[in-house]
């Protein structure tokens, strides 16, 4: 009996004191840790209708194409804030039997654009030219985006991928705290853009419903008609009047042009990890791989999570690789953009020669660039699916701003987007997330314009890991980033990988941006000593992420963001 006793209590000890040494050693604050946990499939993002639909595709029998193009659409009904019809996206996937691709469905300057289009006569950037207002969309990819993924792997009839989203917008969706309060923050923008009071500018609390009648039409016209209805059809023409009346440029041309394009992915090996993510005309791809191939020497998890010495070597990283973002990133389908080099072990190495623990480098000794203090917050949003057979696509979609260039067209029922914004509309001068961008992102006819969008899938010996992406314009790519450490060299969970205070740096601003109150007082005074400025001051959030991990298992474990309306729905 004495044995039995000594050796319970024996072994409560160790369990106590295992979990001592894991909670010292993922010290974080976070408000959301417990994450969703599916047999099958799932599905994470920013709006539960729209994770709802995905995963009823799914238990239909449609694969995770199928619920990607219904979750699509979802998005553009319940989140009209990024998700769209008007605006583009990426989509990175990863079939079953390990086949990986990418889709660029991202806007394209018009035909009649031209480089200097938004400068005054003085050459200097009329800032709202490019960000509200009908001069301000490129033209939209998404249909054409959904179209080419359901031919390509959809298995299910486009009518019936749609039904559910057209019910959605007939129906209505609940008003959330969250989308109350944006809307009253946008209201008076929206109705000076507008010259008039629209559908999304009455006044809704959380708990009203909001039915949107013309885009459950739009989308109808769109399940009968097919992709033309949009690039041609009845739709396309409403959108170009609309836009052309309020000084667009865009055309029947333009809309006919327009295609979606299979593209290769970037992929770069970390430890035991493949990274697949978007090549250009996203830099997130790219700029995540340099980040992860310069810290890798680096023994990450033997410094504390988020201490100053883990957040000092990714924030120099990071500072190295935004500064070639700014100059060597563009269109490559207009600009040779040096991938291989960029990707270069040996030059990645050099970039980080002159790294000392011992004192902040300067960002002016990296290279030069005007300062900018401008940050915007999270438009865009990210999904996560991956399927009952392991086929998993990782979305990014956006508007580019809230609501985009905050014009809607109320025959159509959709905003459209300001991704203008995103080319470098003069050398040096920075967009609206603060990004300074050269030559290779100037704007030139049917260029698609530089993102941050960073979709990503990870594979761990072999197999498919993580399916992980977020929103938040420039701050998207550490925002991955950091999520993927926080499981992979911390241990954390999906959830609480998404759920765990984030920082960014951009090289310009030469400033720290971290999430309030979530970071150690020692850590902040630390890095501050060695000559680091920390802008907490903006209290804002970096990045909303939506991932999915599959586990040694094969369960799936969700991670949606606490930091907005964002829900994983499995089964
Ligand atoms: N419009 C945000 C991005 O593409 O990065």
Not at 78 to 89: I, K, M, R, V
Request: aromatic share 8%.
């Amino acid at each position: 009996m004495l044995k039995i006793i000594r050796y319970n209590t024996l072994v409560i000890l160790s369990v106590l004191f295992l979990f001592s040494c894991k909670t010292e050693k993922h010290q974080f604050k976070n408000s959301a840790s417990k994450a969703e946990i599916a047999d099958k499939a799932m599905i994470v993002s920013a709006r539960s209708e729209a994770s709802r639909i995905g995963a009823e595709i799914m238990k239909k029998g449609g694969n995770a194409f199928d619920a990607m193009v219904a979750t699509e659409m979802a998005l553009a009904v319940s989140y009209p804030f990024a998700g769209n019809l008007g605006g583009g996206g990426f989509m990175v996937y990863r079939t079953a039997d390990g086949e990986v691709g990418t889709l660029d469905y991202r806007e394209k300057a018009p035909l009649a654009s031209s480089k200097n289009m938004y400068l005054d006569e003085n050459g200097e950037v009329i800032s709202e030219k490019s960000t509200m207002g009908a001069l301000a969309s490129g033209v939209p990819g998404t249909i054409a985006g959904i179209f080419k993924v359901h031919k390509k792997f959809g298995s299910l009839p486009i009518q019936e991928l749609l039904k559910p989203v057209i019910a959605l917008a007939e129906k209505g969706i609940v008003v959330t705290q969250k989308q109350q309060d944006r809307l009253q923050k946008y209201r008076d923008v929206l109705m000076q853009v507008n010259e008039d009071t629209i559908l999304f500018t009455k006044s809704y609390k959380a708990g009203d419903t909001l039915k949107n009648k013309a885009l459950a039409n739009t989308l109808r016209r769109i399940a009968t008609n097919g992709r033309s209805e949009f690039y041609g059809g009845e739709t396309g023409k409403i959108l170009l009047n609309f836009l052309q009346e309020r000084g667009g440029i865009i055309t029947e041309q333009d809309l006919l042009k327009y295609d979606a394009k299979w593209r290769d992915p970037v992929q770069v090996q970390y430890k035991d990890y493949q990274i697949i993510s978007m090549p250009p005309p996203s830099s997130g791809g790219i700029v995540l791989a340099q980040i992860l191939k310069m810290i890798e020497p680096y023994p990450l998890n033997e410094y504390a999570h988020n201490s100053a010495k883990y957040i000092q070597v990714l924030t120099e990283a990071e500072r190295r690789a935004y500064a070639d973002r700014s100059f060597y990133l563009g269109d490559s389908d207009f600009y040779e953009v040096p991938q291989d080099s960029l990707l270069d072990s040996n030059y990645l190495e050099a970039k980080m020669a002159n790294f000392s623990f011992e004192q902040a480098t300067s960002s002016s000794a990296i290279n030069h660039g005007e300062l900018s203090n401008f940050y915007e917050s999270n438009e865009t949003t990210h999904y996560s699916i991956v399927d009952a057979e392991g086929n998993a696509v990782s979305v990014t979609t956006t508007l580019n701003g809230a609501y985009g260039s905050k014009l809607y067209i109320p025959e159509l029922g959709f905003f459209m987007n300001n991704e203008m914004n995103d080319f470098s509309l003069k050398p040096g001068v920075p967009n609206m997330f603060g990004l300074i961008g050269a030559e290779a992102n100037a704007i030139a006819p049917e260029k698609r314009m530089l993102s941050s969008m960073t979709p990503t899938i990870i594979e761990k010996d072999n197999k498919l890991w993580m399916v992980v992406g977020s929103p938040g314009g420039s701050t998207i790519i550490t925002s991955v980033l950091q999520t993927f450490l926080n499981v992979a060299e911390f241990d954390l969970n999906m959830q609480e990988a998404v759920s765990a205070k984030r920082f960014h740096h951009q090289w310009l601003p030469d400033e720290i941006m971290m999430e309030p109150a979530g970071f150690e007082e020692k850590a902040l005074e630390e890095l501050q000593q060695k000559g680091y400025k920390i802008n907490q001051s903006e209290s804002r959030i970096i990045g909303k992420v939506d991932a999915i991990r599959v586990l040694p298992n094969g369960k799936l474990e969700g991670g949606a963001d606490p930091r907005g309306d964002d829900t994983a729905v499995g089964f």
